[in-house]
T-cell receptor, first 109, second 115 residues
Framework: RKEVEQDPGPFNVPEGATVAFNCTYS??????FFWYRQDCRKEPKLLMS???SGNEDGRFTAQLNRASQYISLLIRDSKLSDSATYLC??????????FGSGTRLSIRP | DVKVTQSSRYLVKRTGEKVFLECVQD?????MFWYRQDPGLGLRLIYF???????EKGDIPEGYSVSREKKERFSLILESASTNQTSMYLC??????????????FGNGTRLTVT
């Protein structure tokens, strides 16, 4: 079993829709979590950190559920420009930064 | 804004050549990383360094070595390039990974083709 697992998608949703991804992790020692966004043939870029209390940045909401060992990303009112691959990342130490394989999101007009 | 610069965007090398990939960061970060990214396999850690002249193997170090002589620069070396090292190589840096506000910052990647 992979340490960080994501549904690879693709998720194909209409503009304006709300879409949610989950990411499960198996290492309970993981301390910090992040969501990254990666456009085609580009480097990953930090989207947001994930806190147990939940955090929101505009249309994006991230949540961490330590009891069930998953993190989530919710995108409201999706835009065409949200089309990308979304990577979840778990850290337990400097040598233990685990990336999920990514979830592809495609927003259609 | 953190800037991580990789020396080449695209490289084409021949089998058996020695290849150097350079990475420089301008934020005085302690930690630097080299990943490769392949379709279906995601990001895999090759090596990382938490201080000058310090290095640790990641998940797939075979066929690679690294050098960190200065804090801002982390080089990845392919001693004898092989076709299975054709990949996208991503350098990253972070002040203190694992802390809430210390995510990785990536360079824009080097797409290496070994023929």
């Amino acid at each position: 079993r992979k340490e960080v697992e994501q549904d690879p998608g693709p998720f194909n949703v209409p503009e304006g829709a709300t879409v949610a991804f989950n990411c499960t992790y198996s290492n309970s020692a993981s301390q910090s979590f992040f969501w990254y966004r990666q456009d085609c043939r580009k480097e990953p870029k930090l989207l947001m950190s994930v806190y147990s209390s939940g955090n929101e940045d505009g249309r994006f909401t991230a949540q961490l559920n330590r009891a069930s060992q998953y993190i989530s990303l919710l995108i409201r009112d999706s835009k065409l420009s949200d089309s990308a691959t979304y990577l979840c990342v778990g850290y337990s130490s400097a040598s233990k930064i685990i990336f999920g394989s990514g979830t592809r999101l495609s927003i259609r007009p | 804004d953190v800037k991580v610069t990789q020396s080449s965007r695209y490289l084409v090398k021949r089998t058996g050549e020695k290849v150097f990939l350079e990475c420089v960061q301008d934020m005085d970060h302690e930690n630097m990383f080299w990943y490769r990214q392949d379709p279906g396999l995601g990001l895999r850690l090759i090596y990382f360094s938490y201080d000058v002249k310090m290095k640790e193997k990641g998940d797939i170090p075979e066929g690679y070595s690294v050098s960190r002589e200065k804090k801002e620069r982390f080089s990845l070396i392919l001693e004898s390039a092989s076709t299975n090292q054709t990949s996208m190589y991503l350098c990253a840096s972070s002040p203190r990974p694992g802390q809430r506000n210390s995510p990785l910052h990536f360079g824009n990647g080097t797409r290496l083709t070994v023929t």
